[in-house]
């Protein structure tokens, strides 16, 4: 999909997008704009795709997004879990397409926020699932067409020119 003249083929920008409007539902005051770091309690330094800061006392929040073709499973969640942990974050998030989730076991490893999103979106066409909300984008599209046509007629009512 385009939007914009701008290709959103990439998941994780798209739901940055998508999450920077819906902000304030999940109790952020800021979203970094692009992939960022953070820094474990050894110095490790982690890639993360989506940062988000909490309001009031900013403390991190991690989004991982994983576009893939199964189910999350128990180590997944295990790794987002030591993430949270020793980068001091305050919650942290799996967002999925929404035909994908977690597995049985992967959801009893820590208290996490699963965000499904569906796997086309854009910054304005999506649709997202969070447990039992659901945000929708949608841009409406209208197409005019007209035609006009016109008489000319003497003092006498008769037909002089049309088209």
Not at 69 to 77: G, Q
Not at 133 to 141: S, Y
Request: overall charge neutral; glycine content about 10%; proline content about 2%.
């Amino acid at each position: 999909m385009t939007n914009g003249g701008k290709a959103w083929e990439n998941f994780e920008d798209a739901f940055r997008a998508i999450l920077e409007a819906h902000k304030d539902f999940f109790g952020l005051g800021s979203v970094d704009p692009a992939p960022a770091k953070a820094k474990a309690e050894s110095g490790y330094v982690y890639d993360i795709e989506v940062l988000g800061y909490a309001k009031g006392d900013q403390k991190l929040v991690l989004f991982e997004c994983r576009r893939k073709s199964r189910n999350l499973e128990p180590k997944d969640a295990g790794e987002l879990a030591y993430r949270i942990e020793t980068t001091g974050a305050k919650k942290g998030y799996f967002v999925t397409t929404l035909d994908k989730g977690l597995a049985e076991g992967a959801k009893t490893i820590a208290d996490f926020g699963h965000i499904q999103l569906s796997c086309n979106a854009t910054p304005h066409e999506y649709v997202m699932k969070y447990l039992n909300n659901f945000f929708v984008g949608i841009v409406a599209r209208l197409t005019l067409t007209g035609s006009a046509s016109f008489e000319v007629t003497d003092s006498k009512g008769n037909i002089i020119a049309h088209g």
